[in-house]
């Protein structure tokens, strides 16, 4: 329950909110993506943790590139 209303969130701001911002994620996937696959595979504590975490590390001195959900 929980976990699909976070992922329901994420989704809502990715089809609402997102289209009006630059593109700026340094990551693939996007943090909005690697959160919702987070969540679905460690439950909604550790999903938030691990998407607040790559949130933190989403800045210009990171380099970025692939970062799965692992």
Known sequence: ??????CAL????????????PP????YPSCS??????????????GLCLAGWRLLRCHPFHPGGWDPVE
């Not at 329950?1 to 976070?6: D, E, G, H, N, R």
């Not at 994420?10 to 911002?21: A, F, H, K, N």
Request: with cysteine.
């Open 10 to 21: 994420i989704r809502l701001y990715q089809v609402l909110i997102s289209p009006l911002l």
């Open 1 to 6: 329950m929980a976990s699909t209303l976070a």
């Open 33 to 46: 993506t690697y959160a919702m696959q987070a969540i679905a595979h460690y439950g909604v504590c550790r």
């Open 24 to 27: 700026s994620c340094r990551f």
